[in-house]
């Protein structure tokens, strides 16, 4: 029997992620004062709903907090774990955090120069940094 051909899948790009948050206003000045996310917008949309898009410098892909977005909403705050923040230099990027009086753990090497250090939100939302050294390369002139 002959095999099926598939057709090809066109790209995707993951450029959003829910982060659930209990205090939106909280959240929002974590990540953009503590992080240096990038605020990409604050939305209200009567009185239930409110989006906030928010971006890791020199990413391509966002995190969205809010209220009122249905199934996002019922996410429960905290839940989201170990979104990793690929990093030039954990080392550098744990410092900086550091400066700015974000809780991040010890440096940790897992072998061939792969490093993480560990940090989470007000909310519990555990973040990770994350360097893997034969992607160096891939990072802009800021990374």
Sequence with gaps: MPEATLSPVPEMWLELVPVPV???DRAKAFYVDKLGFKADHDTRV??????VQLTPPGSACSI???SGMGEISKMGPG????????????????EALLARGVGVSAMEEQGRGVKYARFSDP???SWVLQEIPWRSGEFGASG
């Design 22 to 24: 209990s205090d939106i």
């Design 46 to 51: 009567g009185d239930t709903v409110r989006i």
């Design 64 to 66: 969205v907090i809010g």
């Design 79 to 94: 839940s989201v774990k170990a979104l990793h923040l690929v990093v030039a230099d954990t080392g550098k990027s744990r």
């Design 123 to 125: 909310d519990g939302n």
